[in-house]
C-alpha cells in the first residue's frame, strides 16, 4: 500500500491480525507498558501502517523521536552504508563518525572553547551521566522541578517527579529537592536552604512528559543566575526538547540562556538509539575524567552516522523552517477550536489544553480514525511528529478533531 492510498477502515473487524499479534506481544514481553494500542509493520514519511494495513498519521513520532519521519532516504543510506563500513569498535577506539557528531554538535550549540561530549544510548543514561558530574563538583543536593521527566533508572527516577513512578522502588539516591514550576521566590528559597550543599539545578526548557509546559524566560533566567553565584551546575535536559524540535536547534537558544551541561536523546538519532551530553566549558568539559564513566555502546559508529545523518537532513532541507511554519498553523487553527483552550509549547512539541479531562478518550478517537496523538495528562494532548510533517498532512488531523469536538462538545464537567 502507497502513501497516496486512501486510508483503510479502522473498526474493529480489521483488527484480527493485530489482535493475534498483542495476544503473542502479553505472552512474551513483560507488562511495564500495558498493552499496546496497535501492532505496527512499517512507516514512510508521516505515516505507519499497522498488522492489518490501516494507515495512520504519526502525529507521536515515536516520542518525538523520528525527527525525520519514517524511513528518510538519507538516513538509511547512512545507517546502511556505516553498518556495512564499521558498526562498532568498543570506546577503547576513536571512530570519524563519532568525532565529527561530537564537533557538530558543540558547533550546534555554540559551546565555547574547551566544551566536550560523552556519548550515550538514551535520554536516561544522559542523565545519569549529569548526575554524576554534578557529584563531582563536591556537593550532593539537586534541584529539580515538580512534574519534571528525566527517566526510568533509580539515578534518573530520583529527579523525576511523579510519585508513582518512584514510590515502589524507594529509598532513591538522597539530596534531591523538588520546586514548583515558574515560581523563582520557591526556587530561590530552597536554594538558599541547600546554598553550602548545592550541585546542580536540573529541568525541561519545556516539561514534555508533565503535559507540556513551557518555563518562563524569566525563570530560566533566575535558574542561571542562581547556580552561577553558589558555583552549581545548570542542567537542562534537553532529551526531548532539543534537536529542532522547538524551531531551534536547542530549546534554551530561544531565551540565549546557555546551561552548563545539556542532556541530549530522542530525536538526535532521528529513531536510531543516541543519547549525549554537552559539557559547556572547560570545568565541565573535563569534569568527567578517565575511568569516571563509560559505556559500551555509547557513541558508536552506526548510531553516530545515524545522527550526523540526522542533523545533515535538517539543515539540508531547512526543517526548522517547516517546523516554525507547521507550528504556527497548526496553533492558529486549534486556538481557533471550541473546547480548546490553549496551545502550549513551541515548534512541533504542542500542547492541545483541552476544556475538560477527555485527552485518553480522543486518543483513542483519533487512533481509530488514523491518527496517532498522546495524552500526556487527562487535559492536555501532545503532538510532537517528524519535524518533516506538512501543512497538508497537518490539516488532515485539524479537520478530523474540529469535527470530533464539535460532534463530541467539551464542558468542563465531563470526565
Ligand atoms: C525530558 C526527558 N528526559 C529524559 C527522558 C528519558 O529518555 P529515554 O527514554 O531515552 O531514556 C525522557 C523520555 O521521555 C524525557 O522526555
Not at 189 to 207: G, K, R
Not at 304 to 329: F, G, M, P, Q, Y
Not at 406 to 411: M, N, Q, S
Amino acid at each position: 500500500m502507497s502513501a497516496q492510498q486512501p486510508l483503510s477502515t479502522h473498526g474493529e473487524a480489521g483488527l484480527e491480525r493485530g489482535a493475534v499479534d498483542l495476544q503473542r506481544y502479553q505472552h512474551s514481553l513483560m507488562g511495564t507498558f500495558g498493552v499496546p494500542m496497535r501492532v505496527l509493520k512499517r512507516g514512510e514519511g508521516s505515516y505507519v501502517w499497522d498488522a492489518d494495513g490501516n494507515r495512520y498519521l504519526d502525529l507521536l513520532g515515536g516520542i518525538a523521536v523520528n525527527a525525520l519521519g519514517h524511513g528518510h532516504p538519507a538516513w538509511v543510506e547512512a545507517i546502511a552504508t556505516q553498518a556495512a563500513t564499521l558498526s562498532h569498535t568498543s570506546n577503547f577506539f576513536a571512530t570519524e563518525p563519532q568525532i565529527a557528531l561530537a564537533e557538530k554538535l558543540l558547533d550546534l550549540a555554540q559551546a565555547p572553547t574547551g566544551s566536550r561530549v560523552f556519548f550515550a544510548n538514551s535520554g536516561t543514561e544522559a542523565n545519569e551521566a549529569a548526575i554524576k558530574m554534578a557529584r563531582k563538583t563536591g556537593k550532593s543536593t539537586i534541584i529539580a522541578l515538580e512534574g519534571g521527566f528525566h527517566g526510568r533508572s533509580t539515578g534518573a527516577l530520583a529527579l523525576t517527579h511523579k510519585e508513582a513512578y518512584r514510590a515502589p522502588f524507594a529509598p532513591l539516591i538522597g539530596d534531591v529537592v523538588f520546586v514548583p514550576v515558574n515560581d523563582e521566590q520557591a526556587l530561590a528559597d530552597a536554594v538558599a536552604a541547600h546554598a553550602d550543599d548545592l550541585s546542580a539545578i536540573v529541568l525541561e526548557p519545556i516539561q514534555g512528559e508533565a503535559g507540556v509546559i513551557p518555563l518562563t524566560h524569566a525563570y530560566l533566567t533566575k535558574a542561571r543566575e542562581l547556580t552561577r553565584r553558589h558555583d552549581a551546575l545548570l542542567v537542562f535536559d534537553e532529551v526531548q526538547t532539543g534537536v529542532a524540535r522547538t524551531g531551534a536547534w536547542f530549546a534554551h537558544q530561544l531565551h540565549g540562556i546557555q546551561p552548563d551541561v545539556m542532556t541530549l536523546a530522542k530525536g538526535l538519532g532521528g529513531g536510531f538509539p543516541i543519547g549525549a551530553v554537552i559539557a559547556f566549558g572547560e570545568r565541565c568539559g573535563t569534569m568527567l575524567g578517565k575511568g569516571e564513566h563509560g559505556t559500551t555502546f555509547g557513541g558508536n559508529p552506526l548510531a553516530a552516522a545515524a545522527a550526523l545523518a540526522t542533523l545533515r537532513v535538517i539543515e539540508d532541507e531547512d526543517l526548522i523552517a517547516n517546523v516554525k511554519a507547521v507550528s504556527a498553523h497548526l496553533r492558529e487553527r486549534l486556538e481557533a477550536m471550541a473546547g480548546v483552550l490553549e496551545v502550549r509549547g513551541e515548534g512541533l512539541l504542542l500542547g492541545i489544553g483541552l476544556a475538560a479531562p477527555a485527552s485518553a478518550e480522543i486518543a483513542q478517537a483519533a487512533v481509530a480514525a488514523g491518527f496517532i496523538v498522546n495524552p500526556p495528562s487527562p487535559d492536555t494532548l501532545r503532538l510532537v511528529p517528524a519535524l518533516t510533517l506538512t501543512t497538508a498532512e497537518a490539516d488532515t488531523f485539524l479537520t478530523w478533531i474540529e469535527g470530533h469536538l464539535a460532534a463530541h462538545p467539551l464542558t468542563s464537567g465531563d470526565q
